[in-house]
């Protein structure tokens, strides 16, 4: 491989684009000092890739673009472009040769490098990766510029010996080292962790060993537990089967004592037929023995009771209007008293007003009188103020002018407010009359057509009172199977309610055994007005019953009575049946209450739920009830929650635990099985079973006596039917009257009213009118007053004094007209109130005097009335001494019909106890079904308990006490165990495997740590097995060619430590010909330099390179010294292609090629390429 040509363009002092073409061999580049020779280095570098802006002598990658003085041809980029020739015999010429170019363009944030590849962009790494491939490298002195020398020169041993590791390539060793030792640390460290972890883990397996024992101990004891309860729930369910048997047995008694109850029954039924049979026949006979007699005198009687009926509704109608016109003539009478005070008011006041407005009169005339001599005397003074007072003249004269028709207007609005003022009062006695007779009239219509309608429908009444009457009694038929049903209904599930309160009796002692017979007793309807137990009348979410029931406690036992007298009765009845103590809650006593400050703080606080009674559901008449149960109590999250804010406060928790004010704390685990659960849900569901039935039996025995009452009423009411008719009659003809009569007048007034509304608007529009035109009047008399104002002002600046004295009497004789038209004003409306009050008087002795003649009136009718009804009820006596005389008659037949009766009573009494014996055997029945049930369900339940627990049925244990020996001794011993681990086990497992893991861990980390040991030592051993092997090899190379380009003189690498030699110096001592050995840095400045040129070419011949490029390394050799580097090049070019920087002949005159370098206009570098031939003749190209 060759380097064929270097193409440059705008880099630093080519700004001409530039190619220069190179051929194999030994090329020097000469040409005077900065005229550029160093640019062509700098440019291959550029175009090999280098990434070091001073590798290539520039700050920075900018300075690589040409400056131009000429700032048009400066340009913002720069390329170099390099041919290489690969040699390829496989290949066409054409395809042996590779191009690769380098750009440099500015852009906005710096500049940008871009490379190609036979025209194609490739990255960096491409470039770098086809350098490799043909073997040029730019850090193994394949380039050797302007400084290099000297470097080696100035270079410690040590960096010297870093130097030639960084030639022999084992950098990587020490990437790999150092990798090797962080992973060994690493390692150590993860040991490190591991046997902490080892210990811990031991430690733990061995107190795991314990707990693993008790716990198996535990789960032994558990099998034998669960074993043992096994066996206790099937003992349990074996004498549940004989108590189903004994219920069997009872039934089949029962059901054949009610087959005799019945066959007595049927014996009772044919004697009562027997009996209803001859009372019949008895009935009849009453009737034939003078009944229709009998019949006639009653109906003469009744017919005497309806027209007593009349006249003593005559009476009553008279005595009521007669009282009713004597409270309107009372009235009437205080009224007319009240208004002559009135008037009497009115016509004091109307003289002390026309007094004092005469009194005004005199003084406005003698005011008038004084003006009137003023003016007279001042016009004969002064000709101009006579004018003035012309002009007032004419203007006093326009006021009274205009004050005579205000005086006139306001006579006349008198008289029309007068006129409006009777107008009105007419009107308001006319609409009073009216109102009062419209009433009257209303009331004698509305009571017209009641009587009618009742009239009327007297058939229809009757006939719908028959209705009633077979309706009533069907409905006391009903009601009474109803409630026969009912208190079925009641005593079976009292009855049950019962059996499952003495369930929990037996659980919980004499305190629910209290409950029971209280329950007991409101279930079979011994004692009225018990509600029930809070827990029957209350409900609640599952999720807060372990806090509401912890928290209500055995108060939720407590039952709920209406009254105290209730909760009396069944405190006897509990000291009768001995049957234990308990507390009762009246609803009309206990009361409720409220929370206390610090509850009302925690329930609004952080973690709380809310108050108790919060989540109760119940009805609003029980809150007092659940106040008594729960109080202020306050629902909190947890035991930390409670913690926090107790004491002062009461608290429970989700859980149950009861925090009290006082700070006393209670609570734990409480085990509620779900059997409890099923007992509790259906006792409550049959307590509202119970208080439904018992709510409808109460509304059904009110309701009862209701029925018979109201039956009994209508059939006296069928009797009284006949006695009304009469009195109807009367009444209709006496309201027919009053309608009659009272419509004309009706129409009468109306009309006058009408006409008096069509007046009172005729005098309201003369009123405006006369407003309207006053209004007018005012405002010209007000103009005019300004004018005289204006005047007067005029005649005082004349004549000051008289102005003064006239403007005076001008403002009193105003002040004074105005008080004139006040009193006038009022004078008027005065003597519209009287003539108003004396309207109304009339109006009310007129009144009174109507009044007293209908009174003198009605009080004969009433004195004719009461005799008449006096004659009429001693009539009355005599017909029944006429009907006592003739029932005396059928007395004996009457006397048999109540014999039978009594018989027929008796023998229903004995039907009614035997059905009640049958009724009884059927709840004994039905209450033993129901036990056989609730067996049943319980052995389903055990069934289920038993499917939950799970043992196995122990063979030879048949009794309970026996099991439950056992099964204390086994729950002793569990107790005895302590606190155990359940999960003991299972950790102790886990802790082994985690045991056993951690150790083959930490085993295989320890191979891997003695692994990575072995693999430093190797490669510490091959590190230094190589270095030596480039010391030796670099050492023998510079022997030799400091021996031939120093003309026999020798030089040799020195270790300062050849036992370590990878942490030794290296230096460099040569002998030049004729002298001693000494080190590099005592040498001359020329030998200096032959020695490190040696060294150069050394290390070169260790890694070989198809070109070199050397800038001027004989700057500092003699000329011998310097014609025999020049021979060394010459001969290496044999095999490379060599390029070198110099200024020196003797370089030149072992050169295959030269290129000169100039500077042609300061700014760019011209290049003339010269070929040596064989002869040493030069050829130059330009």
């Avoid at 008895?282 to 006249?311: D, F, H, M, P």
């Avoid at 209508?714 to 006496?734: H, N, P, V």
Wanted: charge should be negative; glycine fraction near 6%; aromatic fraction near 4%.
């Amino acid at each position: 491989m060759f380097l064929e040509s270097l193409e440059l363009h705008n880099f630093k002092s080519f700004g001409i684009r530039k190619r220069i073409v190179f051929r194999k061999g030994f090329t020097v580049i000469s040409g005077p000092n900065g005229s550029g020779k160093s640019n062509i280095g700098d440019s291959l570098l550029f175009v090999l890739g280098t990434r070091s802006s001073k590798a290539v002598r520039a700050e920075r990658l900018g300075d690589l673009i040409h400056k131009s003085s000429d700032e048009k041809r400066n340009r913002d980029y720069c390329s170099v472009t390099v041919t290489l020739d690969t040699e390829d015999p496989e290949k066409l010429p054409e395809d042996r040769k590779i191009i690769l170019k380098r750009e440099l363009v500015a852009e906005m944030d710096g500049y940008k490098s871009n490379y190609y590849i036979n025209g194609q962009r490739v990255r960096h790494s491409d470039v770098a990766d086809l350098l490799d491939s043909l073997h040029i490298y730019l850090d193994s002195y394949s380039f050797v510029l302007q400084g290099d020398i000297n470097n080696i020169v100035k270079m410690t041993g040590f960096e010297r010996r870093k130097l030639l590791e960084s030639i022999s390539g084992i950098e990587s060793f020490d990437i790999q080292i150092e990798k090797a030792q962080g992973d060994i640390l690493s390692i150590s460290e993860n040991l490190g962790r591991l046997e902490v972890l080892l210990d811990q883990t031991r430690k733990r397996r061995q107190d795991l060993e314990a707990e693993k024992d008790v716990a198996e101990r535990y789960e032994q004891l558990s099998t034998a537990i669960r074993n043992l309860r096994m066996t206790m729930l099937n003992i349990e369910k074996e004498g549940m089967q004989r108590e189903i048997a004994s219920h069997s047995r009872n039934i089949e008694q029962l059901m054949q004592e009610i087959g005799e109850i019945e066959a007595r029954i049927t014996s009772m039924n044919q004697q009562l037929g027997f009996l209803e049979g001859e009372n019949r026949d008895l009935k009849q006979r009453l009737e034939v023995s003078g009944n229709s007699q009998l019949r006639e005198i009653r109906e003469q009687i009744e017919n005497q009771r309806v027209t007593i009926a009349e006249t003593g509704i005559r009476v009553e109608n008279s005595q009521e209007r007669i009282r009713s016109i004597s409270d309107q003539m009372e009235a009437d009478n205080r009224d007319l008293e009240k208004t002559s005070r009135s008037l009497e008011w009115l016509q004091s006041n109307l003289a002390e007003n026309s007094k004092t407005l005469d009194e005004i009169r005199s003084s406005m005339g003698r005011i008038s009188q004084d003006l009137k001599s003023i003016r007279d005397k001042n016009s004969r003074s002064s000709s101009e103020i006579l004018k003035k007072q012309e002009e007032i003249k004419e203007k006093d004269s326009s006021i009274r002018e205009l004050n005579s028709q205000m005086d006139r207007l306001i006579e006349e609005r008198d008289r029309i407010q007068a006129e409006r003022s009777g107008v009105v009062g007419e009107l308001g006695t006319l609409e009073e009359k009216k109102k009062d007779l419209e009433f009257q009239v209303r009331d004698a219509a509305w009571r017209l057509k009641e009587i009618e309608k009742d009239a009327g429908s007297s058939k229809e009444n009757n006939e719908k009172l028959s209705f009633r009457y077979y309706d009533l009694k069907r409905r006391l038929e009903e009601l009474r199977k109803r409630k026969d049903v009912l208190q079925a209904e009641l005593n079976t599930a009292g009855r049950e309610h019962t059996q499952l309160q003495s369930q929990v009796s037996s659980r919980s002692g004499s305190a629910n055994r209290a409950v029971t017979t209280i329950l007991g007793a409101r279930n079979q309807n011994k004692i009225q007005g018990i509600h029930g137990t809070i827990r029957e009348l209350v409900s609640f979410p599952d999720e807060f019953r372990p806090a509401i029931e912890a928290a209500a406690g055995a108060r939720l036992n407590s039952v709920v009575v209406e009254d105290d007298g209730v909760a009396e009765q069944c405190l006897d009845l509990l000291k009768r049946e001995r049957a234990g103590k308990m507390t009762f809650l009246p609803l009309n006593k206990v009361l409720g209450g409220r929370p206390r400050g610090k509850a009302i703080t925690v329930r609004s606080s952080e973690g709380s739920m809310g108050y108790v009674f919060e989540k109760i559901s119940f009805d609003p008449k029980y809150e007092g009830i659940i106040w008594y149960a729960v109080q202020d109590t306050v629902i909190v999250r947890d035991v930390p929650t409670a913690r926090k804010y107790m004491v002062g406060v009461r608290l429970v928790t989700m859980d149950g635990d009861i925090f009290e004010a006082s700070g006393a704390i209670t609570g734990g685990f409480q085990d509620r099985g779900k059997s409890q659960e099923n007992l509790d849900a259906r006792i409550s569901e049959l307590s509202a079973k119970i208080r439904e039935i018992s709510a409808e039996l109460d509304a059904i025995n009110s309701e009862i006596p209701q029925v018979e009452s109201e039956f009994d009423d209508i059939s006296q009411k069928l009797r009284d039917t006949s006695r009304t008719e009469g009195s109807r009659s009367a009444e209709i003809q006496q309201w027919r009257k009053l309608v009659d009569e009272g419509k004309p007048k009706l129409e009468d007034l109306a009309s006058r009213i009408s006409d008096l509304n069509r007046k009172l608007s005729e005098v309201d529009g003369k009123l405006s009118g006369n407003d309207r035109e006053s209004k007018e009047i005012r405002v010209r008399i007000s103009r005019l007053e300004s004018d005289k104002s204006a005047i007067f002002d005029q005649i005082r600046e004349i004549s000051p004094q008289f102005a003064e004295k006239e403007s005076a009497l001008e403002t009193e004789l105003t002040s004074l007209r105005s008080r004139e038209a006040d009193f006038s004003a009022e004078i008027v409306k005065i003597g519209n109130d009287i003539s108003h009050m004396k309207q109304k008087s009339d109006d009310i002795r007129a009144r009174i005097r109507s009044n007293s003649e209908e009174r003198t009136r009605l009080e004969k009718d009433l004195e004719a009335s009461q005799s008449t009804l006096a004659q009429q009820k001693s009539d009355l006596e005599k017909l029944r001494a006429v009907e006592s005389e003739i029932s005396e008659k059928s007395r004996e037949i009457v006397d048999a019909l109540n014999v039978n009766e009594s018989e027929i009573s008796r023998i229903k009494e004995s039907i009614d106890a035997e059905k009640a014996g049958i009724g009884t055997k059927n709840d004994l029945i039905l209450s033993s079904r129901l036990k056989i049930e609730n067996i049943q369900a319980r052995m389903q339940d055990l069934g289920q308990q038993m499917t939950e627990v799970g043992g196995e049925i122990l063979p030879g244990m048949r009794y309970i006490q026996e099991a439950k020996r056992e099964l204390d001794a086994r729950n002793a011993e569990l107790v005895a165990l302590g606190p155990v681990n359940q999960k003991a086990v299972a950790e102790y497992q886990q802790v082994s495997a985690d045991l056993d893991s951690l150790t083959g861990e930490m085993d295989s980390l320890s191979q891997e740590k003695a692994d990575l040991e072995k693999l430093m030592e190797r490669l510490n051993h091959q590190k230094e097995k190589i270095f030596m092997e480039m010391y030796g090899a670099i050492n023998e190379n510079m022997k030799s060619i400091y021996g031939e380009i120093s003309g026999g003189g020798e030089a040799s690498l020195e270790m300062s430590n050849e036992s370590d030699p990878l942490n030794s110096e290296i230096f460099i001592r040569a002998r030049p010909k004729g002298k001693s050995f000494s080190k590099l840095e005592a040498l001359s400045g020329g030998e200096k330099s032959l020695t490190a040129l040696s060294f150069i070419l050394a290390v070169q011949r260790i890694n070989p390179s198809p070109l070199y490029y050397l800038d001027e390394v004989d700057m500092f050799l003699d000329g011998s010294n310097a014609e025999r580097v020049g021979k060394m090049f010459k001969l290496n070019s044999n095999t490379s292609q060599v390029f070198s920087v110099s200024l020196r002949k003797a370089m030149l005159k072992y050169a295959d090629h030269v290129v000169v370098v100039t500077s042609f206009d300061g700014e760019n570098t011209e290049i003339f390429e010269k070929s040596v031939s064989e002869s040493g003749n030069m050829e130059v190209q330009s």
